[in-house]
């Protein structure tokens, strides 16, 4: 009788492995991969705001600092299948050529994420795997007939693409820990929040993260306010520490650099160059335009009032947001926490606790930021789960 591996979990890692297991074993029929939705991949669809970022390009050293909580855990899967072995992967084995753009970002040359989805569910079929759509695993004991199993659910973001957090429940049922998980690449909503800001995109600003006063992160780029709040890019970076902060009950404030480019020094003394006479004169409208953009000028009024000469340049570097709340993992775009990385051999993706259980992708408390990191924990992952868990198989 012919050993066979059970997958659960048809997103961007279940398909990975699937696709490494078919290969190596040989005959893809001995893969089964369970996915609840009708189609593989469903979350690969919204991922890069439609474009898909696969990866970054950056090396282990600076791709390293993006990844939380445990960075030397992911590095084996990382040297074993890296961002350049996934665009070679792409481009030769599935014939989706790819694009790197700023930020060393890669997508496919299409910038359609739909592409990706159907070239690595067109591969998984092609290698002949068992793919068993619209079907829930509850249970191990569901799989009970499997010699090696692959936990690949995901996490809990984005519940409308089937990522409800089962896979924790699976890890449980086999003894493992879960480190509690919360939403990461999500929305912060600041108190008494201007909506007169909605629409708006802050690009080349400074930010800071402060948590009880200490500021505890920085970065710099762009991010867009939105009914929800702030969100995307450096945003979205600092969210992971603003939503644990939150949840711990601290206080978390963000300020944000209006004029990064410039010291304090030079920007008052272009200020003062600029200034209609009187450090004390109240600033309009007509003043302001010489150093923001004519849509945040109201807004930015709005939260400094009563501004003057003397203030503004104290107030175009630091425009302070306090975050009172954040959008839950009906819109995160990452869970951070999972199934603890204690309990798993980073060598090869296997379970501590019991053989032939594996694990990859979202459901482990493994996450990056955004920028193609997260996506590539799940190629790794997935890559590496699915050779050793079809060596196991071999091995029996």
């Given at each position: 009788?012919?050993?066979?591996?059970?997958?659960?979990?048809?997103?961007?890692?279940?398909?990975?492995?699937?696709?490494?297991?078919?290969?190596?074993?040989?005959?893809?029929?001995?893969?089964?991969?369970?996915?609840?939705?009708?189609?593989?991949?469903?979350?690969?669809?919204?991922?890069?705001?439609?474009?898909?970022?696969?990866?970054?390009?950056?090396?282990?050293?600076?791709?390293?600092?993006?990844?939380?909580?445990?960075?030397?855990?992911?590095?084996?899967?990382?040297?074993?299948?890296?961002?350049?072995?996934?665009?070679?992967?792409?481009?030769?084995?599935?014939?989706?050529?790819?694009?790197?753009?700023?930020?060393?970002?890669?997508?496919?040359?299409?910038?359609?994420?739909?592409?990706?989805?159907?070239?690595?569910?067109?591969?998984?079929?092609?290698?002949?795997?068992?793919?068993?759509?619209?079907?829930?695993?509850?249970?191990?004991?569901?799989?009970?007939?499997?010699?090696?199993?692959?936990?690949?659910?995901?996490?809990?973001?984005?519940?409308?693409?089937?990522?409800?957090?089962?896979?924790?429940?699976?890890?449980?049922?086999?003894?493992?820990?879960?480190?509690?998980?919360?939403?990461?690449?999500?929305?912060?909503?600041?108190?008494?929040?201007?909506?007169?800001?909605?629409?708006?995109?802050?690009?080349?600003?400074?930010?800071?993260?402060?948590?009880?006063?200490?500021?505890?992160?920085?970065?710099?780029?762009?991010?867009s306010f939105t009914e929800d709040g702030l969100e995307s890019g450096a945003a979205y970076r600092l969210s992971r520490r603003a939503v644990w902060a939150l949840?711990?009950?601290?206080?978390?404030?963000?300020?944000?650099?209006?004029?990064?480019?410039?010291?304090?020094?030079?920007?008052?003394?272009?200020?003062?160059?600029?200034?209609?006479?009187?450090?004390?004169?109240?600033?309009?409208?007509?003043?302001?335009?010489?150093?923001?953009?004519?849509?945040?000028?109201?807004?930015?009024?709005?939260?400094?009032?009563?501004?003057?000469?003397?203030?503004?340049?104290?107030?175009?570097?630091?425009?302070?947001?306090?975050?009172?709340?954040?959008?839950?993992?009906?819109?995160?775009?990452?869970?951070?926490?999972?199934?603890?990385?204690?309990?798993?051999v980073p060598k090869t993706m296997a379970s501590r606790l019991r053989p032939g259980l594996y694990f990859c992708g979202e459901v482990l408390d493994l996450d990056?930021?955004?920028?193609?990191?997260?996506?590539?924990?799940?190629?790794?992952?997935?890559?590496?789960?699915?050779?050793?868990?079809?060596?196991?198989?071999?091995?029996?």
């Open positions: 009788m012919k050993t066979r591996l059970g997958i659960v979990g048809g997103g961007p890692a279940g398909m990975m492995a699937a696709i490494q297991a078919a290969g190596i074993l040989g005959d893809g029929s001995r893969v089964v991969l369970f996915d609840k939705n009708e189609r593989l991949g469903r979350k690969i669809y919204l991922t890069g705001k439609g474009r898909c970022n696969l990866t970054n390009r950056r090396g282990w050293e600076e791709f390293s600092l993006h990844i939380h909580p445990n960075q030397r855990f992911l590095q084996q899967a990382f040297r074993a299948f890296s961002n350049e072995d996934l665009i070679r992967f792409f481009e030769e084995e599935l014939g989706i050529q790819t694009v790197t753009l700023q930020g060393q970002r890669v997508f496919p040359a299409s910038l359609v994420a739909g592409d990706v989805a159907r070239a690595l569910e067109s591969k998984v079929r092609e290698l002949g795997v068992d793919i068993r759509y619209k079907t829930r695993i509850g249970s191990l004991a569901d799989l009970a007939d499997f010699e090696a199993v692959i936990v690949a659910t995901g996490g809990r973001s984005y519940p409308v693409t089937g990522s409800t957090g089962d896979g924790y429940a699976l890890a449980a049922e086999a003894g493992h820990s879960i480190t509690p998980t919360f939403p990461s690449e999500t929305a912060l909503l600041p108190r008494a929040y201007d909506r007169g800001l909605c629409g708006l995109i802050l690009k080349n600003v400074g930010v800071q993260l402060y948590v009880d006063g200490t500021c505890v992160q920085t970065d710099e780029g762009e991010f949840t711990n009950g601290q206080r978390v404030d963000i300020a944000v650099d209006l004029k990064p480019a410039l010291s304090n020094a030079q920007l008052e003394a272009r200020i003062a160059r600029e200034s209609p006479a009187g450090h004390h004169t109240r600033l309009d409208r007509t003043f302001l335009r010489s150093f923001l953009p004519e849509a945040l000028v109201a807004p930015f009024l709005r939260a400094n009032p009563g501004l003057t000469v003397d203030h503004l340049p104290a107030a175009l570097k630091a425009w302070v947001f306090r975050i009172e709340d954040y959008k839950g993992f009906d819109r995160a775009v990452v869970t951070a926490g999972g199934v603890s990385l204690k309990e798993i990056g930021d955004t920028g193609g990191y997260n996506l590539q924990i799940a190629f790794s992952t997935g890559a590496l789960a699915g050779a050793n868990a079809a060596a196991y198989l071999l091995s029996l």
